[in-house]
């Protein structure tokens, strides 16, 4: 290996070394560092640019692996020290490759620790819907998740515990806000994800799949003693007021958790990967 | 209902007719602001100084209701307004209460967006052992479980599964971190908790206890397939490096969850969750 950890290089000569050029930024008026700070704070313009921000080494290459397409690398003198070969991958892949000094990198991350590696990626395309709802598939149904740390949290468990996709209501969270895109540890790059504006319409449009909406009153079936027929998808809902009620009159089923404690609720992204985990096993 | 939502009362027009006297504190340079902004940051202090935090008005009636020892409330004028009957009930508890402009209430409180709401409270004893440990008995133990998000929402699991106690190990996440007061949902005011050295001598001087320790390698037993001898206790280890070797070999079984689909791991408090789903239901 060439890249011993144990010896310093600097940047410049790392970079003649992995034969990239990179241009170092040093103001944040530079057109890419706006870009950039606006792509992590804006959904609305996440959708308009067709881009999304994906930080840390480990989900910047998940995106390569997953074929995501690397517009823009943004990396720091330090990031590139330990991580020299990773980041060659991902400026080989990247259109463009940019050092930034840690205190430039601090204005684009979204963490509080930057680990100085984050890549402008091109949306994948989550309105195509699934081509086929094969008998035996198994699928989440997202409405009106709100927190992108849930969300992220869902999605990770979601590809973990094997379900085929997950459909999204249109006022979910932004699948491509930079803290679902890191909480999913890459899921989003990988799991088939559909957002659509309404769950009801969606459901109607596809009659063959059995709907559980995941509810906590006391009157629906607990699921442990659920028995999931398939094709099927569980219904989430909002973190404070649950699932819509077209949404759950658009359902088959109304099931539910039950709990031994004298808590009153669950974490939503705890109670969707118990719905799952039941679901799936 | 005296405290009509849509009239607007002034917080001094309010607080005469709660007859509560409160001093409007707008320094930060005050003995009480800095000790609150001391909790907030240093575990170190909360321990030396043998209180905690708990903010927001739902987590500060959690801790009223369980009688816990409210030493100071601050509240915010809009607060005031807002939960009136609520902060009547914790100013009449607490020792001292205090209004804080929004601005020094900012830099009191752990939340992007405060509810204005916080009171300092006396440290609950997380020392004393378990009196008994039943036939029967479910126990979550955890070893070097270091994110407080992860924590809060652990805890918050455990209490509504219904497991009769939590052994955390000494390096855990401190049980007073305002981010685990706050994602326990008032669980770490209610569940019997026990902080204790080391899990493995803690374990030796319990034997009559089943432990099962929560690995990802594959050789270890499904939990699906496992079925837990009461007295039982569930081990959930750090969020990156798992259980600790000693730990690991002072338990009697090991056992995993097994996952169907790509993703590499679960997020922690995603496992725990499910952990406990298993070995209560």
Chains 1, 2 share one sequence.
Not at 72 to 89: D, I, P, R, S, Y
Request: glycine fraction near 6%; charge should be negative.
């Amino acid at each position: 290996m060439i890249f011993d950890s144990n010896s310093v290089w600097s940047s410049q000569t790392l970079l003649l070394y992995m034969e990239i050029s990179m241009l170092l930024l040093s103001s944040k008026d530079n057109a890419h560092i706006k870009n950039a700070v606006k792509l992590k704070k804006s959904a609305k313009f996440r959708r308009q640019s067709g881009t999304f921000a994906a930080e840390g080494v480990r989900v910047c290459m998940d995106a390569l692996r997953s074929g995501a397409e690397i517009e823009t690398l943004f990396v720091t003198g330090q990031a590139l020290q330990k991580n020299a070969a990773e980041v060659a991958a991902l400026s080989e892949a990247a259109q463009k490759s940019f050092e930034l000094t840690p205190e430039i990198f601090a204005a684009i991350s979204d963490t509080q620790t930057p680990q100085g590696v984050l890549c402008v990626i091109k949306a994948l395309d989550k309105s195509a819907d699934f081509d086929t709802i094969e008998n035996g598939g198994k699928f989440l149904a997202l409405d009106n998740v709100q927190d992108p740390n849930n969300l992220g949290t869902i999605l990770r468990s979601a590809e973990a515990f094997g379900v085929n996709g997950v459909i999204m209501s249109a006022d979910c969270c932004d699948v491509f806000n930079p803290k679902v895109v890191r909480g999913s540890m890459g899921a989003v790059f990988r799991l088939p994800v559909l957002v659509t504006g309404c769950l009801a319409d969606w459901f109607s449009r596809h009659p063959q799949l059995h709907t559980y909406a995941a509810v906590v009153h006391g009157c629906a079936e607990k699921v442990t003693q659920t028995v999931f027929e398939t094709p099927c998808a569980v219904v989430v809902g909002n973190e404070g007021n649950g699932i819509k009620p077209e949404t759950e009159q658009a359902c088959e089923h109304t099931i539910t958790i039950p709990m031994n404690g004298k808590a009153e609720s669950l974490n939503a992204s705890v109670a969707a990967a118990i719905l799952i985990w039941e679901m799936v096993k």
